[in-house]
């Protein structure tokens, strides 16, 4: 099983709609969470951190949920511009070394269509 | 703002031969990730330093080493290539590791011919 599992998509949905990616992550040692968006062929672009008490930016919404282990990402009022690949990303600490690791989801592609 | 800058953007190669990646993280920052990413795939963590000593490593084949410079550059070396190295290497960088977000850099487009 993935370290972090995420909806496949892809998402198809009209400009203006409200979308929600779904993430689940099995390590109970994650630290942080992120989602980041992918466009074709291009470096992962940092969207937003997660925290417990949920955060907002913009028309950009990521919840938290530690006990379920469970992290969501809202878009709402979808524009051209959203589509994209979403990357669900869990830093987790690997106690036996002391250091840290990046754990990418393998993303979620949603289309804004006119 | 100075972002992470990786050389070269783009880099052919022949089966067997020897390819140098390299990474300059962003100011200050002390931890560096390296990632392939191969079509349609997710990025897949090869290793990671923090203050210039390997952190972390992850599928990386033997065939590859890493280190970070006394500058926080770092480079990526990939020996006796094979076509299915061909991908997108990713090199981030972050402040604080495992308590800060990782910034990307552009990537590096290797094919294998």
């Known amino acids: 099983r993935k370290e972090v599992e995420q909806d496949p998509g892809p998402f198809n949905v009209p400009e203006g709609a409200t979308v929600a990616f779904n993430c689940t992550y099995s390590n109970s040692a994650s630290q942080s969470f992120f989602w980041y968006r992918q466009d074709c062929r291009k470096e992962p672009k940092l969207l937003m951190s997660?925290?417990?008490s949920g955060n907002e930016d913009g028309r950009f919404t990521a919840q938290l949920n530690r006990a379920s282990q469970y992290i969501s990402l809202l878009i709402r009022d979808s524009k051209l511009s959203d589509s994209a690949t979403y990357l669900c990303?869990?830093?987790?600490?690997?106690?036996?070394?002391?250091?840290?690791?990046?754990?990418f989801g393998k993303g979620t592609k949603l289309s804004v269509i006119p | 703002a100075a972002g992470v800058i990786q050389s070269p953007r783009h880099l052919i190669k022949e089966k067997r031969e020897t390819a140098t990646l390299k990474c300059y993280p962003i100011p200050r920052h002390d931890t560096v990730y390296w990632y392939q990413q191969g079509p349609g795939q997710d990025p897949q963590f090869l290793i990671s330093?923090?203050?210039?000593?390997?952190?972390d490593k992850g599928s990386i084949p033997d065939r590859f080493s890493a280190q970070q410079f006394s500058d926080y550059h770092s480079e990526l070396n990939m020996s006796s290539l094979e076509l299915g190295d061909s991908a997108l290497y990713f090199c981030?960088?972050?402040?604080?590791?495992?308590?800060?977000?990782?910034?990307f850099g552009q990537g590096t487009r290797l094919t294998v011919v």
């Open positions: 330093f923090y203050e210039k000593m390997q952190s």
């Open positions: 990303v869990v830093m987790v600490r690997n106690s036996g070394a002391g250091s840290y690791q990046l754990t």
């Open positions: 997660v925290y417990s």
């Open positions: 981030a960088s972050s402040l604080a590791q495992g308590l800060a977000e990782a910034f």
